[in-house]
Protein backbone atom coordinates (compact mmCIF):
# COMPACT_ATOMS: atom_id res chain seq x y z
CA UNK A 1 0.00 0.00 0.00
CA UNK A 2 3.06 2.30 -0.32
CA UNK A 3 1.98 5.78 -1.88
CA UNK A 4 3.78 6.42 -4.84
CA UNK A 5 6.27 9.33 -4.64
CA UNK A 6 6.01 11.89 -7.47
CA UNK A 7 9.57 11.91 -7.98
CA UNK A 8 10.02 7.78 -8.25
CA UNK A 9 13.30 6.14 -7.31
CA UNK A 10 15.62 9.05 -7.98
CA UNK A 11 13.72 10.45 -4.93
CA UNK A 12 14.28 7.13 -3.01
CA UNK A 13 18.03 6.92 -4.06
CA UNK A 14 18.40 10.41 -1.99
CA UNK A 15 15.74 10.49 0.62
CA UNK A 16 15.32 6.83 1.49
CA UNK A 17 12.75 4.83 1.66
CA UNK A 18 9.65 5.84 1.34
CA UNK A 19 6.00 5.19 3.79
CA UNK A 20 3.27 6.49 4.15
CA UNK A 21 3.85 7.50 7.85
CA UNK A 22 6.85 7.72 9.93
CA UNK A 23 6.41 7.56 13.72
CA UNK A 24 9.05 8.49 16.36
CA UNK A 25 9.34 5.98 19.38
CA UNK A 26 7.78 2.58 19.91
CA UNK A 27 6.26 3.26 23.66
CA UNK A 28 2.92 3.05 24.64
CA UNK A 29 1.67 5.50 21.90
CA UNK A 30 4.42 4.57 18.78
CA UNK A 31 3.14 1.13 19.48
CA UNK A 32 -0.59 1.31 19.18
CA UNK A 33 -0.04 4.40 16.44
CA UNK A 34 1.24 1.93 13.95
CA UNK A 35 -1.21 -0.60 15.26
CA UNK A 36 -3.75 1.63 14.30
CA UNK A 37 -2.40 2.91 10.98
CA UNK A 38 -0.53 -0.09 9.42
CA UNK A 39 -3.99 -2.81 10.96
CA UNK A 40 -6.75 -0.08 10.69
CA UNK A 41 -5.72 1.71 7.81
CA UNK A 42 -3.70 -0.28 5.78
CA UNK A 43 -0.87 2.36 5.44
CA UNK A 44 2.41 1.62 4.85
CA UNK A 45 3.94 2.73 8.32
CA UNK A 46 6.91 2.26 10.32
CA UNK A 47 8.84 3.05 13.87
CA UNK A 48 11.81 4.59 14.49
CA UNK A 49 12.97 3.83 17.90
CA UNK A 50 16.38 4.62 19.43
CA UNK A 51 16.04 1.78 22.02
CA UNK A 52 16.91 -1.67 20.98
CA UNK A 53 13.90 -2.76 22.00
CA UNK A 54 10.05 -1.39 22.72
CA UNK A 55 9.02 0.45 26.17
CA UNK A 56 9.80 4.13 25.50
CA UNK A 57 9.85 5.56 28.72
CA UNK A 58 9.73 2.38 30.95
CA UNK A 59 13.08 1.13 28.48
CA UNK A 60 15.57 3.80 29.95
CA UNK A 61 13.56 4.09 33.54
CA UNK A 62 15.52 1.30 35.30
CA UNK A 63 16.38 2.50 38.57
CA UNK A 64 15.73 0.57 42.32
CA UNK A 65 11.82 0.64 42.84
CA UNK A 66 10.99 2.06 39.51
CA UNK A 67 7.12 1.59 38.93
CA UNK A 68 3.95 3.25 37.86
CA UNK A 69 2.02 5.47 39.77
CA UNK A 70 -1.04 4.63 38.16
CA UNK A 71 -3.12 1.69 39.16
CA UNK A 72 -2.23 -1.98 36.69
CA UNK A 73 -5.82 -2.18 35.41
CA UNK A 74 -5.62 1.22 34.03
CA UNK A 75 -2.21 1.26 33.21
CA UNK A 76 -3.20 -0.82 30.17
CA UNK A 77 -4.70 -0.38 26.67
CA UNK A 78 -8.35 -0.64 26.48
CA UNK A 79 -8.45 -0.45 22.67
CA UNK A 80 -9.18 -4.28 22.86
CA UNK A 81 -11.10 -5.91 25.13
CA UNK A 82 -9.22 -9.25 24.08
CA UNK A 83 -5.68 -7.69 25.25
CA UNK A 84 -7.78 -6.44 28.79
CA UNK A 85 -9.05 -9.71 29.16
CA UNK A 86 -5.86 -11.86 28.65
CA UNK A 87 -3.20 -9.70 30.40
CA UNK A 88 -3.17 -10.56 34.09
CA UNK A 89 -1.28 -7.68 36.68
CA UNK A 90 0.63 -9.03 39.66
CA UNK A 91 0.16 -5.81 42.05
CA UNK A 92 -1.68 -2.95 42.21
CA UNK A 93 1.06 -0.69 40.46
CA UNK A 94 3.16 -2.32 37.96
CA UNK A 95 6.56 -2.40 38.27
CA UNK A 96 9.25 -1.12 35.46
CA UNK A 97 9.91 -5.25 34.52
CA UNK A 98 6.22 -6.25 34.47
CA UNK A 99 5.13 -3.13 32.19
CA UNK A 100 8.28 -4.23 29.71
CA UNK A 101 6.92 -7.45 29.80
CA UNK A 102 3.11 -6.39 29.10
CA UNK A 103 4.22 -3.86 26.14
CA UNK A 104 6.71 -6.48 24.33
CA UNK A 105 3.56 -8.85 24.78
CA UNK A 106 1.21 -6.37 23.17
CA UNK A 107 4.08 -5.69 20.17
CA UNK A 108 4.11 -9.70 19.72
CA UNK A 109 0.71 -10.08 19.83
CA UNK A 110 -0.06 -7.21 17.22
CA UNK A 111 2.87 -7.88 15.17
CA UNK A 112 4.49 -4.65 15.55
CA UNK A 113 8.07 -6.06 15.95
CA UNK A 114 8.52 -6.41 11.97
CA UNK A 115 7.75 -2.89 11.44
CA UNK A 116 9.73 -0.61 14.09
CA UNK A 117 13.62 -0.26 12.98
CA UNK A 118 15.52 -0.15 17.03
CA UNK A 119 18.73 1.81 17.26
CA UNK A 120 17.17 4.92 15.23
CA UNK A 121 17.98 8.03 17.10
CA UNK A 122 15.91 10.62 15.03
CA UNK A 123 18.21 13.41 15.00
CA UNK A 124 16.54 15.67 12.49
CA UNK A 125 12.89 16.19 10.34
CA UNK A 126 12.60 18.21 7.34
CA UNK A 127 9.22 19.06 5.56
CA UNK A 128 9.84 19.50 1.79
CA UNK A 129 7.14 21.14 0.45
CA UNK A 130 7.34 20.41 -3.47
CA UNK A 131 6.97 16.62 -2.71
CA UNK A 132 5.00 16.92 0.27
CA UNK A 133 7.19 15.05 2.23
CA UNK A 134 8.84 14.85 5.39
CA UNK A 135 12.35 13.93 5.26
CA UNK A 136 13.65 12.07 8.63
CA UNK A 137 16.99 11.18 9.17
CA UNK A 138 18.92 9.20 11.76
CA UNK A 139 21.90 9.16 13.71
CA UNK A 140 23.03 6.30 12.00
CA UNK A 141 23.00 8.47 8.73
CA UNK A 142 20.10 6.77 7.68
CA UNK A 143 17.02 8.70 5.64
CA UNK A 144 13.17 7.36 5.47
CA UNK A 145 10.65 9.82 4.46
CA UNK A 146 6.77 9.67 4.55
CA UNK A 147 3.63 11.88 3.83
CA UNK A 148 2.81 12.06 7.93
CA UNK A 149 5.24 11.91 10.42
CA UNK A 150 3.83 11.08 13.93
CA UNK A 151 5.84 11.79 17.38
CA UNK A 152 5.60 9.24 19.67
CA UNK A 153 8.68 10.34 21.75
CA UNK A 154 6.97 10.22 25.37
CA UNK A 155 7.02 13.86 27.66
CA UNK A 156 9.73 12.37 29.88
CA UNK A 157 12.35 10.97 27.79
CA UNK A 158 15.34 13.50 27.46
CA UNK A 159 17.58 13.19 30.86
CA UNK A 160 18.05 16.58 32.76
CA UNK A 161 21.70 16.18 34.38
CA UNK A 162 22.09 19.34 36.19
CA UNK A 163 25.73 20.95 35.47
CA UNK A 164 27.23 20.83 38.52
CA UNK A 165 30.80 22.03 38.48
CA UNK A 166 33.68 19.32 38.74
CA UNK A 167 31.36 16.35 37.55
CA UNK A 168 33.61 14.93 35.48
CA UNK A 169 36.30 14.86 38.11
CA UNK A 170 34.32 12.60 40.23
CA UNK A 171 36.06 9.23 40.53
CA UNK A 172 33.09 7.15 41.67
CA UNK A 173 29.89 6.05 39.41
CA UNK A 174 27.26 8.45 38.38
CA UNK A 175 24.02 7.40 37.08
CA UNK A 176 20.70 9.37 36.14
CA UNK A 177 17.82 7.06 37.16
CA UNK A 178 16.26 7.97 33.32
CA UNK A 179 19.49 6.42 31.95
CA UNK A 180 19.87 3.51 34.13
CA UNK A 181 22.19 0.61 33.31
CA UNK A 182 20.71 -2.80 32.11
CA UNK A 183 22.74 -4.68 34.38
CA UNK A 184 21.45 -2.42 37.77
CA UNK A 185 23.68 -1.25 40.14
CA UNK A 186 25.25 -2.85 43.12
CA UNK A 187 25.31 -0.67 46.06
CA UNK A 188 26.68 -3.17 48.66
CA UNK A 189 29.14 -1.78 51.08
CA UNK A 190 29.05 1.68 48.88
CA UNK A 191 28.45 5.33 50.20
CA UNK A 192 25.92 6.74 48.26
CA UNK A 193 24.79 10.47 47.33
CA UNK A 194 20.90 10.85 45.76
CA UNK A 195 20.36 14.15 44.25
CA UNK A 196 16.32 14.78 43.91
CA UNK A 197 13.06 14.31 45.58
CA UNK A 198 10.62 13.92 42.99
CA UNK A 199 8.13 11.17 42.27
CA UNK A 200 11.73 8.95 41.23
CA UNK A 201 14.08 10.00 44.02
CA UNK A 202 11.00 9.26 46.39
CA UNK A 203 10.74 5.59 44.82
CA UNK A 204 14.47 5.17 44.53
CA UNK A 205 15.37 6.10 48.20
CA UNK A 206 13.96 3.31 50.24
CA UNK A 207 15.32 0.90 47.55
CA UNK A 208 18.35 1.86 47.87
CA UNK A 209 19.03 2.24 51.48
CA UNK A 210 18.16 -1.03 52.10
CA UNK A 211 21.85 -2.36 50.33
CA UNK A 212 23.85 0.51 50.29
CA UNK A 213 26.13 1.40 53.23
CA UNK A 214 24.78 4.90 53.84
CA UNK A 215 22.46 7.32 51.34
CA UNK A 216 22.15 10.72 51.79
CA UNK A 217 19.44 12.16 50.11
CA UNK A 218 19.76 16.02 48.83
CA UNK A 219 16.69 17.31 48.65
CA UNK A 220 15.93 20.89 47.19
CA UNK A 221 12.29 21.38 47.36
CA UNK A 222 10.67 19.28 50.06
CA UNK A 223 7.55 16.93 48.58
CA UNK A 224 4.28 15.77 49.64
CA UNK A 225 3.64 11.83 49.38
CA UNK A 226 0.99 9.73 49.92
CA UNK A 227 1.61 5.99 51.23
CA UNK A 228 1.27 4.14 48.04
CA UNK A 229 -0.01 0.76 49.51
CA UNK A 230 0.83 -1.22 46.65
CA UNK A 231 0.24 -5.04 46.98
CA UNK A 232 -0.49 -8.35 45.26
CA UNK A 233 -4.07 -7.85 43.23
CA UNK A 234 -6.06 -11.20 44.11
CA UNK A 235 -8.08 -12.81 41.56
CA UNK A 236 -11.08 -11.22 42.76
CA UNK A 237 -10.13 -7.90 41.76
CA UNK A 238 -8.52 -8.85 38.55
CA UNK A 239 -11.88 -11.07 37.71
CA UNK A 240 -13.61 -7.65 38.14
CA UNK A 241 -11.56 -5.37 36.41
CA UNK A 242 -11.92 -7.73 33.74
CA UNK A 243 -15.96 -8.16 34.21
CA UNK A 244 -16.01 -4.53 34.27
CA UNK A 245 -13.75 -3.48 31.70
CA UNK A 246 -16.46 -1.44 29.91
CA UNK A 247 -18.04 0.55 32.79
CA UNK A 248 -14.11 0.90 33.96
CA UNK A 249 -13.31 2.29 30.38
CA UNK A 250 -16.21 4.83 30.85
CA UNK A 251 -15.01 5.76 33.86
CA UNK A 252 -11.49 6.79 33.03
CA UNK A 253 -13.03 8.68 29.93
CA UNK A 254 -15.22 10.72 32.30
CA UNK A 255 -12.57 11.92 35.05
CA UNK A 256 -10.71 14.81 34.79
CA UNK A 257 -7.48 12.74 34.98
CA UNK A 258 -7.97 10.02 33.42
CA UNK A 259 -7.95 7.44 36.69
CA UNK A 260 -10.27 5.22 37.42
CA UNK A 261 -12.11 6.90 40.27
CA UNK A 262 -14.14 9.32 40.32
CA UNK A 263 -13.53 13.00 42.26
CA UNK A 264 -15.46 13.72 45.19
CA UNK A 265 -18.05 16.05 44.89
CA UNK A 266 -17.20 17.16 48.94
CA UNK A 267 -15.86 21.09 49.15
CA UNK A 268 -12.68 20.35 51.56
CA UNK A 269 -14.38 23.62 53.23
CA UNK A 270 -18.09 22.45 53.79
CA UNK A 271 -17.79 19.69 56.22
CA UNK A 272 -16.82 19.83 59.98
CA UNK A 273 -13.05 19.65 60.86
CA UNK A 274 -13.41 16.06 62.69
CA UNK A 275 -14.85 14.74 59.40
CA UNK A 276 -12.57 16.15 57.33
CA UNK A 277 -9.68 14.67 59.15
CA UNK A 278 -11.56 11.29 59.47
CA UNK A 279 -12.23 11.23 55.29
CA UNK A 280 -8.14 12.00 54.73
CA UNK A 281 -7.65 9.20 57.36
CA UNK A 282 -9.22 7.10 55.07
CA UNK A 283 -8.19 8.23 51.81
CA UNK A 284 -4.32 8.05 53.59
CA UNK A 285 -4.94 4.43 54.32
CA UNK A 286 -6.85 3.91 51.11
CA UNK A 287 -3.38 5.37 49.43
CA UNK A 288 -1.94 6.32 46.26
CA UNK A 289 -3.48 8.97 43.62
CA UNK A 290 -7.04 8.70 44.94
CA UNK A 291 -5.83 10.86 48.15
CA UNK A 292 -6.45 13.74 45.90
CA UNK A 293 -10.15 12.48 44.91
CA UNK A 294 -11.15 13.38 48.85
CA UNK A 295 -12.68 16.75 48.03
CA UNK A 296 -13.36 18.25 44.76
CA UNK A 297 -11.87 21.79 45.32
CA UNK A 298 -8.17 20.69 46.57
CA UNK A 299 -6.83 21.79 42.99
CA UNK A 300 -8.77 25.10 42.74
CA UNK A 301 -8.86 26.30 46.04
CA UNK A 302 -6.18 27.40 47.82
CA UNK A 303 -7.96 27.35 51.59
CA UNK A 304 -9.73 23.63 50.88
CA UNK A 305 -5.99 22.81 49.37
CA UNK A 306 -4.54 24.30 52.92
CA UNK A 307 -6.24 21.42 54.60
CA UNK A 308 -4.90 19.02 52.51
CA UNK A 309 -1.39 20.38 52.83
CA UNK A 310 -1.54 20.33 56.85
CA UNK A 311 -3.04 16.95 56.92
CA UNK A 312 0.38 15.62 55.06
CA UNK A 313 2.97 17.56 56.93
CA UNK A 314 1.08 16.44 60.24
CA UNK A 315 2.04 12.99 58.89
CA UNK A 316 5.60 13.63 58.08
CA UNK A 317 6.39 15.17 61.69
CA UNK A 318 4.42 11.96 62.81
CA UNK A 319 6.36 9.24 60.98
CA UNK A 320 9.82 10.67 61.30
CA UNK A 321 11.75 10.36 64.24
CA UNK A 322 14.36 13.11 63.96
CA UNK A 323 12.32 16.37 64.59
CA UNK A 324 15.22 18.99 62.86
CA UNK A 325 14.74 16.04 59.57
CA UNK A 326 10.64 16.05 59.78
CA UNK A 327 10.77 19.69 59.90
CA UNK A 328 13.27 19.97 56.36
CA UNK A 329 10.65 17.11 54.90
CA UNK A 330 7.96 19.19 56.02
CA UNK A 331 9.12 22.52 54.81
CA UNK A 332 7.33 22.42 51.61
CA UNK A 333 6.63 26.02 50.05
CA UNK A 334 3.60 24.73 47.25
CA UNK A 335 0.20 23.64 47.16
CA UNK A 336 -0.51 19.71 47.58
CA UNK A 337 -0.51 18.65 44.18
CA UNK A 338 0.60 21.32 42.52
CA UNK A 339 3.54 19.79 41.45
CA UNK A 340 3.60 15.99 40.22
CA UNK A 341 2.41 14.17 43.74
CA UNK A 342 4.54 11.07 44.57
CA UNK A 343 3.26 8.46 46.20
CA UNK A 344 5.68 6.04 48.06
CA UNK A 345 6.44 2.86 49.83
CA UNK A 346 7.95 3.63 53.35
CA UNK A 347 9.37 7.17 51.98
CA UNK A 348 9.28 9.52 54.90
CA UNK A 349 10.52 5.96 57.15
CA UNK A 350 13.60 5.61 55.20
CA UNK A 351 14.70 8.56 57.25
CA UNK A 352 14.36 6.90 60.38
CA UNK A 353 17.18 4.87 59.33
CA UNK A 354 20.43 4.83 61.01
CA UNK A 355 22.41 4.55 57.38
CA UNK A 356 20.52 7.72 55.69
CA UNK A 357 20.58 11.47 55.87
CA UNK A 358 19.06 13.94 54.11
CA UNK A 359 20.86 17.04 53.43
CA UNK A 360 18.83 20.44 52.48
CA UNK A 361 20.46 22.14 49.71
CA UNK A 362 18.35 25.42 49.73
CA UNK A 363 19.75 25.82 53.42
CA UNK A 364 23.32 24.79 51.98
CA UNK A 365 23.27 24.41 48.04
CA UNK A 366 25.60 22.22 46.25
CA UNK A 367 28.70 24.28 45.20
CA UNK A 368 30.47 21.45 43.13
CA UNK A 369 31.52 17.82 42.70
CA UNK A 370 34.75 16.45 44.27
CA UNK A 371 36.42 13.95 43.17
CA UNK A 372 35.00 12.13 46.15
CA UNK A 373 31.89 13.48 46.63
CA UNK A 374 29.56 16.44 46.60
CA UNK A 375 30.54 19.63 48.22
CA UNK A 376 27.69 22.13 49.38
CA UNK A 377 28.48 25.51 50.97
CA UNK A 378 28.55 23.79 54.41
CA UNK A 379 30.30 20.30 54.39
CA UNK A 380 31.75 17.80 52.11
CA UNK A 381 30.38 14.72 51.72
CA UNK A 382 32.06 11.52 50.96
CA UNK A 383 30.94 9.23 48.12
CA UNK A 384 31.22 6.69 46.56
CA UNK A 385 27.79 6.52 43.68
CA UNK A 386 25.47 9.95 42.80
CA UNK A 387 22.17 8.89 41.54
CA UNK A 388 20.54 12.07 39.62
CA UNK A 389 16.92 11.65 40.12
CA UNK A 390 17.05 14.78 38.93
CA UNK A 391 13.80 14.47 36.60
CA UNK A 392 13.96 15.81 32.57
CA UNK A 393 13.64 18.38 30.00
CA UNK A 394 9.91 17.64 30.18
CA UNK A 395 6.87 17.65 27.03
CA UNK A 396 9.59 20.51 25.16
CA UNK A 397 12.76 18.17 25.42
CA UNK A 398 11.96 15.09 23.33
CA UNK A 399 10.71 16.90 20.53
CA UNK A 400 13.29 19.93 20.70
CA UNK A 401 16.07 17.39 20.96
CA UNK A 402 15.13 16.60 17.07
CA UNK A 403 16.35 19.01 14.79
CA UNK A 404 12.36 19.87 13.06
CA UNK A 405 11.90 21.84 10.02
CA UNK A 406 8.82 22.69 8.65
CA UNK A 407 7.48 25.01 5.27
CA UNK A 408 10.33 27.10 4.28
CA UNK A 409 12.77 25.09 6.36
CA UNK A 410 11.27 26.94 10.01
CA UNK A 411 12.84 25.57 12.68
CA UNK A 412 10.45 24.28 15.61
CA UNK A 413 13.07 25.57 18.19
CA UNK A 414 12.89 29.00 16.73
CA UNK A 415 8.81 28.82 17.03
CA UNK A 416 9.38 27.57 20.39
CA UNK A 417 11.93 29.73 21.24
CA UNK A 418 9.80 31.29 24.31
CA UNK A 419 7.49 28.41 24.89
CA UNK A 420 5.99 25.67 22.88
CA UNK A 421 2.67 26.65 21.02
CA UNK A 422 0.60 23.82 19.46
CA UNK A 423 -3.14 23.54 18.52
CA UNK A 424 -4.69 21.12 20.81
CA UNK A 425 -1.27 19.78 21.65
CA UNK A 426 -1.33 18.00 18.07
CA UNK A 427 -0.32 20.04 15.47
CA UNK A 428 1.81 23.12 15.05
CA UNK A 429 1.48 25.70 12.84
CA UNK A 430 4.19 25.70 9.48
CA UNK A 431 4.48 22.14 9.98
CA UNK A 432 2.44 19.69 7.74
CA UNK A 433 0.99 16.67 8.27
CA UNK A 434 3.13 16.94 12.07
CA UNK A 435 0.73 15.09 14.33
CA UNK A 436 2.59 15.51 18.09
CA UNK A 437 1.22 12.67 20.46
CA UNK A 438 0.34 13.63 24.03
CA UNK A 439 2.07 17.34 22.73
CA UNK A 440 2.89 20.47 25.06
CA UNK A 441 -0.92 22.01 25.27
CA UNK A 442 -2.42 18.68 25.77
CA UNK A 443 -3.52 16.90 29.44
CA UNK A 444 -0.86 14.15 28.70
CA UNK A 445 1.26 14.22 32.06
CA UNK A 446 -1.71 15.49 34.18
CA UNK A 447 -3.89 12.55 33.01
CA UNK A 448 -3.14 8.72 33.44
CA UNK A 449 -1.03 8.23 30.30
CA UNK A 450 -2.89 5.60 28.33
CA UNK A 451 -5.91 7.23 28.36
CA UNK A 452 -4.40 10.43 26.86
CA UNK A 453 -2.44 8.12 24.70
CA UNK A 454 -5.25 6.51 22.85
CA UNK A 455 -7.20 9.42 23.02
CA UNK A 456 -4.80 10.81 20.57
CA UNK A 457 -3.70 8.20 18.41
CA UNK A 458 -7.52 7.39 17.55
CA UNK A 459 -8.16 11.03 16.91
CA UNK A 460 -5.00 10.97 14.53
CA UNK A 461 -5.77 7.96 12.78
CA UNK A 462 -9.56 9.44 12.31
CA UNK A 463 -7.57 12.64 10.68
CA UNK A 464 -5.98 10.73 8.28
CA UNK A 465 -8.64 8.29 7.60
CA UNK A 466 -10.84 11.65 6.71
CA UNK A 467 -8.10 13.34 4.79
CA UNK A 468 -7.60 10.34 2.23
CA UNK A 469 -11.46 9.66 1.90
CA UNK A 470 -11.86 13.23 0.81
CA UNK A 471 -8.60 13.89 -0.93
CA UNK A 472 -7.09 15.71 1.04
CA UNK A 473 -2.66 15.29 1.07
CA UNK A 474 -1.84 18.55 3.75
CA UNK A 475 -3.18 19.32 7.06
CA UNK A 476 -2.22 22.46 9.23
CA UNK A 477 -3.47 24.23 12.20
CA UNK A 478 -3.51 27.83 11.37
CA UNK A 479 -1.69 30.43 13.30
CA UNK A 480 -4.96 31.82 14.30
CA UNK A 481 -6.34 28.54 16.24
CA UNK A 482 -2.67 27.91 17.71
CA UNK A 483 -3.19 31.22 19.27
CA UNK A 484 -6.52 30.90 20.82
CA UNK A 485 -5.35 27.75 21.99
CA UNK A 486 -2.28 28.63 23.68
CA UNK A 487 -4.08 31.68 25.32
CA UNK A 488 -6.69 28.88 26.20
CA UNK A 489 -4.37 26.70 27.83
CA UNK A 490 -3.10 29.18 29.98
CA UNK A 491 -6.26 30.10 30.82
CA UNK A 492 -6.89 26.68 32.20
CA UNK A 493 -3.42 26.46 34.14
CA UNK A 494 -4.48 29.92 36.15
CA UNK A 495 -7.82 28.39 37.03
CA UNK A 496 -5.84 26.08 38.86
CA UNK A 497 -3.24 26.11 41.88
CA UNK A 498 -0.89 24.44 39.55
CA UNK A 499 1.04 27.58 38.57
CA UNK A 500 1.45 28.77 41.85
CA UNK A 501 4.57 25.74 42.32
CA UNK A 502 6.93 28.01 41.27
CA UNK A 503 9.42 24.85 41.22
CA UNK A 504 7.67 22.96 39.11
CA UNK A 505 8.85 20.81 35.85
CA UNK A 506 5.19 21.91 34.71
CA UNK A 507 6.41 25.31 33.94
CA UNK A 508 10.04 24.05 32.84
CA UNK A 509 11.34 25.59 35.95
CA UNK A 510 13.94 22.56 36.36
CA UNK A 511 15.69 23.58 33.69
CA UNK A 512 17.47 26.70 33.64
CA UNK A 513 17.07 28.93 30.94
CA UNK A 514 13.57 27.16 29.71
CA UNK A 515 11.13 29.26 28.86
CA UNK A 516 8.63 29.44 32.20
CA UNK A 517 5.07 28.06 30.21
CA UNK A 518 2.62 25.95 31.98
CA UNK A 519 3.08 23.16 29.26
CA UNK A 520 0.31 20.56 29.71
CA UNK A 521 -3.50 21.10 29.68
CA UNK A 522 -4.94 21.94 32.93
CA UNK A 523 -8.75 21.47 31.50
CA UNK A 524 -9.43 18.06 32.21
CA UNK A 525 -9.11 15.06 30.18
CA UNK A 526 -13.27 14.46 29.46
CA UNK A 527 -13.13 18.56 28.66
CA UNK A 528 -10.53 17.96 26.13
CA UNK A 529 -11.83 14.99 24.42
CA UNK A 530 -15.11 16.45 24.02
CA UNK A 531 -13.62 19.45 22.45
CA UNK A 532 -11.03 17.25 19.96
CA UNK A 533 -14.18 15.38 18.84
CA UNK A 534 -15.94 18.65 17.97
CA UNK A 535 -13.13 20.06 16.30
CA UNK A 536 -13.19 16.78 13.94
CA UNK A 537 -16.65 16.86 13.59
CA UNK A 538 -16.56 20.23 12.54
CA UNK A 539 -14.00 19.14 9.71
CA UNK A 540 -11.22 19.94 11.79
CA UNK A 541 -11.95 23.63 12.28
CA UNK A 542 -9.10 25.17 13.06
CA UNK A 543 -6.67 22.83 10.94
CA UNK A 544 -6.32 23.96 7.30
CA UNK A 545 -6.97 21.06 4.68
CA UNK A 546 -5.41 21.09 1.12
CA UNK A 547 -5.70 18.98 -1.38
P1 LIG B 1 11.11 15.58 39.01
O1 LIG B 1 9.74 15.46 39.52
O2 LIG B 1 11.42 16.70 38.07
O3 LIG B 1 12.09 15.64 40.25
C1 LIG B 1 13.43 15.98 40.12
C2 LIG B 1 14.02 16.27 41.45
O4 LIG B 1 15.39 16.64 41.27
C3 LIG B 1 13.36 17.44 42.16
O5 LIG B 1 13.38 17.18 43.53
C4 LIG B 1 14.28 18.59 41.79
O6 LIG B 1 14.21 19.68 42.66
C5 LIG B 1 15.61 17.91 41.87
N1 LIG B 1 16.65 18.62 41.15
C6 LIG B 1 16.68 18.90 39.82
N2 LIG B 1 17.81 19.56 39.51
C7 LIG B 1 18.48 19.71 40.67
C8 LIG B 1 19.72 20.33 41.01
N3 LIG B 1 20.45 20.94 40.08
N4 LIG B 1 20.12 20.30 42.30
C9 LIG B 1 19.35 19.71 43.23
N5 LIG B 1 18.16 19.10 42.98
C10 LIG B 1 17.75 19.12 41.71
O7 LIG B 1 11.55 14.24 38.24
P2 LIG B 1 11.18 12.74 38.59
O8 LIG B 1 12.02 11.88 37.72
O9 LIG B 1 11.20 12.51 40.03
O10 LIG B 1 9.69 12.60 38.15
C11 LIG B 1 9.28 12.95 36.83
C12 LIG B 1 7.93 12.40 36.55
O11 LIG B 1 8.03 11.01 36.21
C13 LIG B 1 6.97 12.37 37.66
O12 LIG B 1 6.43 13.58 37.96
C14 LIG B 1 5.96 11.36 37.20
O13 LIG B 1 5.06 11.96 36.30
C15 LIG B 1 6.81 10.36 36.53
P3 LIG B 1 13.16 20.89 42.36
O14 LIG B 1 11.84 20.32 42.70
O15 LIG B 1 13.28 21.20 40.89
O16 LIG B 1 13.64 21.98 43.22
Redesign the pocket.
Known amino acids: MASITPHGSRAEAVEGPEFDALIIGAGFSGLYQLHCLRDRLGLSAQVLEAAEGVGGTWYWNRYPGARC ?1 SESHSYSYYFSDELLQEWEWSERYPQQPEIMRYLNWVADRLDLKRDIRFGRRVVSARYQEATNRWIVEAETGERFQARFLVTAVGC ?1 SSA ?1 I ?1 K ?1 PGLESFTGEWYH ?2 QWPHEGVDFTGKRVGQ ?8 QAAPVIAESAKHLTV ?4 A ?1 YSVPARNGPLTPEFLRWSKENSAELRELMHSTPNGHPFAISERSALSVPPEERQAIYEQAWETGGLRFRAAFRDLLVDKAANDTAAEFIKAKIREVVKDPETAAKLANIDHPFAA ?2 P ?1 IDTDYFETFNRDNVALVD ?1 RAEP ?1 EAIMPNGIRTSRAEYALDVIVF ?4 D ?1 MTGPLLGIDIRGRNALSLRDVWHAGPRTYLGLGVAGFPNLFTITGPGSPS ?1 LCNMPVAIEQHVEWVTNCIAYMRKRGYERIEPSAESADRWVDHVNEAANATLLPQAK ?3 YLG ?2 VPGKPRVFMPYAGGMARYRKICNEVAAKGYEGFELRP
Open positions: DLNPITGVGTGSTGIFQRTNKRPVIATGFAVHSWAN
